[in-house]
């Protein structure tokens, strides 16, 4: 049963990495911050995910659930995005889990964003 969760993962992730060519890496993080699973390009400029350690993702979490926090307000909040010199960090909810998906620059943010929504409310409805 593990593995076929840890196969399904690896399936999604992969998914994710395809919906453009300026995804630099994808990984999947439980609600302590514990990362369960993680896919890369090898060759594009990305952040050194080695060195993340669980209250970076711990950090990630916090603010998916504070978006949470105003659904009843907003609406569903989908995705938390922020930036850095060299690339940009999208989170979103996904179960009781948060998928974080790193990118290049080279992208539009909230067209980005709105595809990797689409495609996890897709697979959650599935």
């Given at each position: 049963?593990?593995?076929?969760?840890?196969?399904?993962?690896?399936?999604?992730?992969?998914?994710?990495?395809?919906?453009?060519?300026?995804v630099?890496?994808?990984?999947?993080?439980?609600?302590?911050?514990?990362?369960?699973?993680?896919?890369?390009?090898?060759?594009?400029?990305?952040?050194?995910?080695?060195?993340?350690?669980?209250?970076?993702?711990?950090?990630?979490?916090?603010?998916?659930?504070?978006?949470?926090?105003?659904?009843?307000?907003?609406?569903?909040?989908?995705?938390?995005?922020?930036?850095?010199?060299?690339?940009?960090?999208?989170?979103?909810?996904?179960?009781?889990?948060?998928?974080?998906?790193?990118?290049?620059?080279?992208?539009?943010?909230?067209?980005?964003?709105t595809?990797?929504?689409?495609?996890?409310?897709?697979?959650v409805?599935?």
């Amino acid at each position: 049963m593990v593995f076929t969760k840890i196969v399904k993962l690896d399936q999604f992730c992969k998914s994710i990495m395809a919906v453009d060519r300026n995804v630099c890496s994808v990984s999947v993080i439980d609600n302590n911050g514990k990362l369960l699973h993680s896919v890369s390009h090898r060759g594009l400029m990305q952040p050194n995910l080695e060195k993340w350690n669980d209250s970076h993702y711990m950090e990630c979490v916090f603010d998916i659930s504070m978006g949470g926090k105003f659904d009843e307000l907003y609406g569903p909040i989908r995705y938390h995005h922020s930036n850095d010199e060299n690339f940009m960090m999208f989170s979103f909810p996904y179960n009781k889990s948060v998928i974080i998906v790193t990118s290049t620059k080279k992208i539009s943010p909230i067209a980005f964003a709105t595809k990797i929504s689409n495609k996890i409310i897709d697979s959650v409805e599935q």
